[in-house]
Every structure is written in C-alpha cells, then in structure tokens.
C-alpha cells in the first residue's frame, strides 16, 4: 500500500492508528511525514485514550475553548503529536517538554532522536507533519466560498 492510499486510511479510521500491528506499517518518522484527519471521526473512547497523553498546561488550555468540537479537535491533534512524538522518541508522551518559538511554534530539543513538527486544526480538520531533518510548516484554513 503506498503512502498516499495508508494517509486516506489513517483519516477514515482513527482506530487503524491505535493497532500495535499496524503501527509498524506506517511509514516511518526517518522521511517526511503528513497526516490529515476528521477529528470528529475519533470515538469517546479514543479521545479519552488521547486525553490521557496531554500535560497539565494542556489540558488547561484546552478547558478555555469555547466550543465541544474546539476542544475535541485539540485534544485529538495534541494528543496524537504527543503519541507518534512518545514512539519516535521511545519515552512516554505525557513526558515530551515542548518549547515554544516567539510565534508560540512548539519544537522539542534534548533528546536522543531529533524531529521537527508542525500541527494545525480548523473546523474538524486537523494536520500533522513530520520532518526528521528539516523546519517543516503547514496549515489548515477555512476556505469561505462567500468570499472573493
């Protein structure tokens, strides 16, 4: 299956990444990695599993978003980085210490593995990118068709 096809089936079945078995099958973090995804497609369930990754200063932030899909969409974005962060690294992801840029950017620096990362979630979409060598950027935006 190539990387393409696995992405698509990454985003119409969370579940899929939870897989033990399936992990290895994904391609690793030592080439450049996207991953798109439906937030709302995660069950209770998974986002409860996802929640457990978060810090404490994350899960107060979260707290402040105003509306349920927010904060499902942050929970699910943040706790995935943290969880494909935590297998790259070998460390559990509650553990990874993030330091933030002046653009409020999140980097990781102190560990034995390097990875530079980027996330972004809007309106139920959400996206991760990984790059083992390089600064990576990426963004998700509302398109508003109204607009010209």
């Known amino acids: 299956m190539d990387r393409k096809s696995r992405l698509t089936e990454i985003a119409d079945n969370p579940s899929f990444i939870f897989s033990e078995s399936e992990w290895n099958s994904i391609p690793g973090l030592n080439?450049?990695?996207?991953?798109?995804?439906?937030?709302?497609?995660?069950?209770?369930?998974?986002?409860?599993r996802l929640s457990s990754f978060l810090s404490e200063d994350e899960i107060i932030k979260n707290r402040r978003y105003r509306f349920l899909r927010d904060r499902k969409s942050y929970i699910v974005i943040h706790g995935l980085l943290r969880w494909i962060?935590?297998?790259?690294?070998?460390?559990?992801?509650?553990?990874?210490?993030?330091?933030?840029?002046?653009?409020?950017?999140?980097?990781?620096?102190?560990?034995?593995?390097?990875?530079?990362?980027?996330?972004?979630h809007?309106?139920?979409?959400s996206l991760l990118a990984f790059d083992p060598e390089n600064e990576i950027g990426a963004d998700v935006e509302k398109i508003d068709e109204e607009f010209d």
């Open 31 to 48: 080439t450049p990695l996207l991953i798109i995804l439906k937030t709302d497609h995660f069950s209770i369930e998974e986002q409860t």
């Open 85 to 120: 962060l935590g297998r790259h690294l070998g460390i559990e992801p509650r553990t990874i210490d993030f330091k933030f840029g002046n653009n409020g950017k999140p980097s990781i620096t102190g560990y034995s593995r390097k990875m530079f990362f980027n996330l972004s």
């Open 122 to 125: 809007c309106s139920g979409v």
